[in-house]
T-cell receptor, first 117, second 112 residues
Framework: GAGVSQSPRYKVAKRGQDVALRCDPI?????LFWYQQALGQGPEFLTY????????KSGLPSDRFFAERPEGSVSTLKIQRTQQEDSAVYLC???????????????FGQGTRLTVV | AQSVTQLDSQVPVFEEAPVELRCNYS??????LFWYVQYPNQGLQLLLK??????LVKGINGFEAEFNKSQTSFHLRKPSVHISDTAEYFC??????????FGSGTQLTVLP
């Protein structure tokens, strides 16, 4: 596709359920970011991949959060034993650049809205 | 460490009036600065960015922003707003960190 695609767009999970959120970046993009956007807040960094390597996972809020990008393209963010505070929009962004300039050409997906009930 | 402060959470303005959305940042290194717009249930769309050079940056949809290093500000302006400009606006910075650091957002509401 022409842009970053995320699926599902909406997900309702019961507390304690595991969820998997998918991001299809723009083809050939080296860098991939995941952000979490709570209601009424700006996005907050979760993790960063350069190709298949997860170079930074300092923003993951707990060990229930896990992300992977095994072939350097599609990425999955997995949340185990979901809790109500995990309710947020999860945004994925990709860039053809790496290094400091990567954010100068970052493209965002529409996000997945996760609601934990 | 880097941070962004958006001083106004909500800005109501009448159609065709000018608007300024304020953004201040802190960073110990030189920065790149960005403004994004988010329409309901949509992702983030880049409005404009400052990387270097001229401190006045022009973006899409008639928006512009001015980088002021001494005041550590990057305020967004538009001389005449339209109803369609109603959206959430986010200022963001990247400096020493790889990722973007966002402000908490400003909801711009254009009134008829």
């Amino acid at each position: 596709g022409a842009g970053v695609s995320q699926s599902p767009r909406y997900k309702v999970a019961k507390r304690g359920q595991d969820v998997a959120l998918r991001c299809d970046p723009i083809s050939g993009h080296v860098s991939l970011f995941w952000y979490q956007q709570a209601l009424g807040q700006g996005p907050e960094f979760l993790t960063y991949f350069q190709n298949e390597a997860q170079l930074d996972k300092s923003g993951l809020p707990s060990d229930r959060f896990f992300a992977e990008r095994p072939e350097g393209s599609v990425s999955t963010l997995k949340i185990q034993r979901t809790q109500q505070e995990d309710s947020a929009v999860y945004l994925c962004a990709s860039s053809p650049r790496q290094g400091r300039g990567m954010n100068t050409e970052a493209f965002f997906g529409q996000g997945t809205r996760l609601t934990v009930v | 460490a880097q941070s962004v402060t958006q001083l106004d959470s909500q800005v109501p303005v009448f159609e065709e009036a000018p608007v300024e959305l304020r953004c201040n940042y802190s960073s110990s290194v030189s920065v790149y600065l960005f403004w994004y717009v988010q329409y309901p249930n949509q992702g983030l769309q880049l409005l404009l960015k400052y990387l270097s050079g001229s401190t006045l940056v022009k973006g899409i949809n008639g928006f512009e922003a001015e980088f002021n290093k001494s005041q550590t500000s990057f305020h967004l302006r538009k001389p005449s707003v339209h109803i369609s400009d109603t959206a959430e606006y986010f200022c963001a910075v990247t400096g020493s960190a790889r990722q973007l650091t966002f402000g908490s957002g400003t909801q711009l509401t254009v009134l008829p």
